[in-house]
Antibody, heavy 120, light 111 residues
């Protein structure tokens, strides 16, 4: 079974750094793009960026470029999303997902989500 | 403001048929990019419901169907059931922005 398992809930203060993870199993992790999506409380889905674990090629949404860093360690089938200095506005649920292959990508499966709370 | 436009809410009685629209532009849906749909229940991750405009993953009832025409797409749910109450999101790719884009989501209420 193809599965993505994310790290647990985080509670941080503004200005702190954070790195959350997404571990894939049941498939060749290095051969599929992994994406990240933000969902702020009571809001919709915002695509943040993607990474190809095979060579760590990364693409960011302009809305998130420079705000977060996406990385991956293919040796342990894990992708990461990190912040160097959190803001209260980063409070949200973050999901990772696997992109389908081909020219018209869909996202499946999704991780269970990592809730991040940033509060002083 | 989302790149793809969906109605914030739709509703229907059990057994009825409802449709959820997803309107884009000539840079995404109208540029021949396929539309995919996700279903999200409160407190859970979104799940793929429809891919490639009108293809259902294994396990998705055939009450769900999708279509696409021009710069818009639709998700139809027939024989509405209480368990269908959820949020639904459309998704495609935008060639001008070079990003994957979502609709703002539609909350389906079963009356």
């Amino acid at each position: 079974e193809v599965q993505l398992v994310q790290s647990g809930a985080e509670v941080k203060k503004p200005g702190e750094s954070l790195k959350i993870s997404c571990k894939g199993s049941g498939y060749t992790f290095s051969s599929y793009w992994i994406g990240w999506v933000r969902q702020m409380p009571g809001k919709g889905l915002e695509w943040m960026g993607i990474i190809y674990p095979g060579d760590s090629e990364t693409t960011y949404s302009p809305s998130f470029q420079g705000q977060v860093t996406i990385s991956a360690d293919k040796s342990i089938s894990t992708a990461y999303l990190q912040w160097s200095s959190l803001k209260a506005s980063d409070t949200a649920m973050y999901y990772c997902m696997r992109l389908s292959r081909g020219p018209n990508n869909w996202f499946d499966p999704w991780g269970q989500g990592t809730p991040v709370t940033v509060s002083s | 403001q989302s790149i793809l436009t969906q109605p914030p809410s739709v509703s229907g009685a059990p057994g009825q048929r409802v449709t959820i629209s997803c309107t884009g532009t000539t840079s995404n849906i109208g540029a021949n990019y396929e539309v995919h749909w996700y279903q999200q229940f409160p407190g859970t991750a979104p799940k793929l419901l429809m891919y490639g405009n009108n293809n259902r993953p294994s396990g998705v009832p055939d009450r769900f169907s999708g279509s696409k025409s021009g710069t818009s797409a639709s998700l139809a749910i027939s024989g509405l059931q209480d368990e269908d109450e959820a949020h639904y999101y459309c998704q495609s790719y935008d060639k001008s922005l070079r990003i994957w884009v979502f609709g703002g989501g539609t909350k389906l209420t079963v009356l």
